[in-house]
């Protein structure tokens, strides 16, 4: 019922020419996948190319930010205005997000608005820091990242939403989350609270993806799990073929 998706979170990395080439690599390996839908997510300043490189094929485009503002005096902002021809798909509250650049819950919820607004389908990450997660918080922490992040939206609204569950000691360190504890997560601490605001039919619809530390070679442990839906990589997408790896085991596994 619900389509794999995997997504590649860029971050800081990539010029324009660098982010051409890995794409035209991307779609020639990806070509024959069906069934996982697949975005790539570059910096602000690749996103034209990169769409213009991927136009006529299945592989999507989605920014990693965007201002909740509609227009005005916001030095160095983009809007969801702007973003809305470019790509499909945006990146909302990433924990470096949270962490270097002050964004809280309520800016994500706003971010996460203006989104849709502008229909662009936000991709929403949730997800505990290692203190919390050795305080046994993770379960505390993800419901109300949920609950505060997406309160006043529609049931119809939440249909345009996917969700990263992204734990931070997970991101960027080697050491991924086990398949069982993610799927937990997704189960009580997020289908549990979109059940709670929206109800269970559209908890059930929503899509979840795992991310942290995701590799060819531990994502089909994430992809057995029924509650997870994909993945958002990091690293592992800034290779062609480790994340044309991904795709492929996500498209055998699910
Ligand atoms: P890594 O896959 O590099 O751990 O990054 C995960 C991430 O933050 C994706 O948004």
């Not at 269970?200 to 089909?220: K, L, M």
Request: aromatic residues 6%.
């Amino acid at each position: 019922m619900r389509v794999p998706i995997i997504a590649g979170n860029w971050k800081m990395n990539k010029t324009v020419s660098e982010a051409i080439d890995l794409v035209r690599e991307l779609r020639r390996l990806v070509i024959d996948v069906e069934k996982v839908e697949i975005v790539v997510c570059p910096p602000f300043v690749a996103l034209s190319s990169v769409a213009e490189a991927l136009s006529g094929t299945k592989i999507k485009v989605g920014a990693q930010n965007v201002y909740f503002e509609e227009k005005g005096a916001y030095t160095g902002e983009v809007s969801a205005a702007m973003l809305a021809g470019l790509g499909e798909y945006v990146i909302i509250g990433h924990s470096e997000r949270r962490q270097y650049f002050g964004e809280t819950d309520e800016s994500v919820n706003q971010k996460v608005k203006a989104a849709l607004a502008h229909g662009l389908k936000p991709i929403v990450c949730v997800g505990e820091n290692l203190k919390q997660y050795e305080a046994n918080e993770t379960g505390a922490v993800v419901s109300l990242q949920i609950k505060s992040g997406l309160v006043g939206l529609t049931v119809e609204q939440l249909k345009s939403i996917v969700i990263a569950y992204e734990p931070i000691w997970a991101i960027g360190t080697g050491k991924a989350a086990t398949g069982a504890g993610a799927n937990s997560v997704v189960s009580i601490n997020i289908r549990g609270p979109l059940s709670e605001l929206f109800g269970e039919s559209i908890a059930q619809a929503t899509r979840v993806q795992y991310g942290g530390s995701v590799t060819p070679g531990n994502i089909a442990e994430f992809m057995a799990m029924p509650e997870i839906d994909g993945a958002l990589v990091g690293g592992a997408s800034l290779k062609a073929n480790d994340f044309a790896e991904i795709i492929k085991a996500t498209a055998k596994a699910k």
